[in-house]
Structures are given as C-alpha cells and as structure tokens.
C-alpha cells in the first residue's frame, strides 16, 4: 500500500475581483467569473515541488515512508481543428525524486534515467518513473474546456511494472484532469464567495483516497507587475475505499484531516493557475485485512506541494 499513496498527488485551482476601470469606480463587490482558456498553439511551462512523509502503523509495527520530489513539465497545445478541438501534449522536462522507504532509499533522476536503484525491491518504482519521465501523452479537450479522450498510453502501459498499470489508464487519467477544471465554480462570484467541491484520486491496487474540500474566494491580488485572482481552501474530510483487490481488503478507516490549508493564484486575464501552495495533514485507523490476516492499523501522512506556472 506504501508504495501506491507515494506514487502521486495531484492537487489544483483558483479565482478573482476587479475595482478601477477606465478611471471610474466599479462597486467594490462586483462579481467575476474564473475560468479556463486553452489557447491555440500556447506553450505552458511548471515547476512543481512535492514533499510526502508517512507512517503506517500495522500490528503496533510503524512504517516510515518519506519522499521528495522535483518536476518541470511542459503543456503544448495544437491548433483547434473543424470541432473545437484542441490537443495538448504533457511532456516531462525534468524529474527527480528521492524515496527513503523503510529504511531503504531510492533516487531517480531524468537526467540519468537509466541508472538502477541500489536495492533490487525498489527496481520497479524507478522503471515506473523511468518511463513516465519519457512518456508524452496528448489530452484532447474539447469546446468546454472538458478532456473528452487521451492517447499515448500504450507504450506506457507496456513497459510500467504491471502493479502500477492502472496509472496508465486513459479513463482515470481523464477523470483526474476534468476534476481539476470542476474546481472553479461555474458561476461569477466576489470576494468572501465560498463553495465546496469533492474529487477522488486513484492510488492504484483497488484503491481510492476521495477528499472533501472548502474553497474561499479572497479577492485580486497584485504579484510580479501582475493582476492575480487569489483563493484559499482547506481539506475537511477524507476517506479511503479499496475495490476489486482480493488480497487487501479494509476493514475500519476513519481518516480526518488534522491539519490544512492551500492559497491558489489564478491568472484571469491568461485563464490559467499561476500558482497554488499548500499543506495537508491527514491522521486516523487504518485496520486492513492481508491475504486473510487482521492488520490492526494507523495512518499518518502529510503532503506539501508548490507548484508555479513559469514566465
């Protein structure tokens, strides 16, 4: 199970307010409406940085995971064909990651992809960034802004080690890239607005972590000779199920978040996230069945994460 929660979080979003126009006032709660644009040809550049660590207690046994990792990716986007369409290619520029893992500890490096991890077990992690980190999968959205299909998984699929191959379906991968674009609320909004949203992140195994999360609409900010749109949310619920797995099997999770915040920029004018940084802690029983075995347990996890769209 440690090795699937370490694979990835993926956290996004944000919003906005306008005052002065044309040298005349504009009432101070006029509504503005956040959204999404995906512009013909645009080249999108992040650096984002996640740190993780964990302790799963089993059996009264504590197991310590933690986890940094560094990634510069590249969104490249096509012309709009006869439908609307647009394509946009995820490429990975750079990642490097470092795992300590009950005791053992693994780097990766794309710089050097095909070094080999230094204790045969944790092999299988690095093959999988191995190949993520040359994988280039085009996700195609459509008017909306909704990604109605993704392709370029095959290969991926082919060559991961087979416990991770559920990273590589097209399905989840969509699912998780429409949640993100459902963050930001549907309707225009002012400051002091508030709403909640809920989203599920697979981590592979049968399993999915599902979050519950409060979001505030704090107003314009200004940031680098820039008019930003800022945003703060707060995780108030979470919850584990796993299916489909006949060997792990949950018995008990009552999981709640101890600890949370996240600030999002959100660039108005550009229809893109400038940036978003934050901070969950999440604490509680875990009591799993293994291969028909009571696992009494606890879990104990924080993830930070920074991500900036670069100039």
């Known amino acids: 199970m440690l090795s699937h929660i370490i694979r990835g979080f993926r956290f996004g979003t944000v919003l906005s307010l306008s005052l002065l126009a044309s040298g005349w006032a504009v009432p101070l709660m006029a509504q503005v409406k956040l ?39 590249t969104d490249q986007a096509s012309k709009r064909d006869a439908d609307g369409k647009i ?81 590589a379906d097209p399905e989840k991968i969509k699912k998780a890239a429409n ?49 930003l749109h800022k945003i703060e949310a707060k995780t108030t619920a979470v919850s584990l199920t796993i299916a489909d797995n006949p060997m792990l099997k949950l018995t008990k999770c009552e999981l709640k978040p101890t600890e949370s915040s996240e600030t999002l920029l959100f660039d108005r004018e550009a229809g893109e996230q400038q940036s978003s940084k934050g901070k969950v802690r999440i604490q509680g029983v875990l009591d799993l069945e293994i291969n028909g075995m009571a696992f009494p347990g606890k879990l104990d996890l924080t993830i930070e994460t920074e991500a900036v769209r670069q100039p």
């Open 179 to 227: 949640q993100e674009l459902e963050t930001l609320p549907s309707e225009a909004i002012k400051p002091g607005a508030t709403w909640t949203k809920t989203s599920e992140m697979p981590l592979g195994g049968g399993q999915t972590m599902s979050f519950t999360t409060d979001y505030k609409y704090i107003g314009e900010v200004k940031e680098a000779g820039k008019t």
């Open 35 to 73: 959204e999404h644009k995906y512009v013909d040809g645009r080249k999108t550049v992040v650096h984002t940085t996640m740190k993780l660590k964990q302790t799963l207690t089993l059996a009264g046994m504590a197991q310590e995971t933690e986890s940094e990792r560094f990634l510069i990716s």
């Open 87 to 167: 394509r946009i290619e995820k490429k990975t520029d750079k990642l490097s990651v470092t795992l300590k893992i009950q005791g053992m500890e693994v780097t990766f490096d794309s710089d050097d992809p095909d070094k080999k991890a230094s204790n045969p077990l944790l092999e299988p992690i690095v093959q999988l960034l191995r190949v993520s980190a040359k994988s280039k999968p085009v996700v195609i959205r459509d008017q909306s802004g909704k990604v109605v299909a993704v392709e370029g998984l095959e290969k991926l699929a082919e060559e991961i080690p087979e416990a991770f191959r559920g990273d």
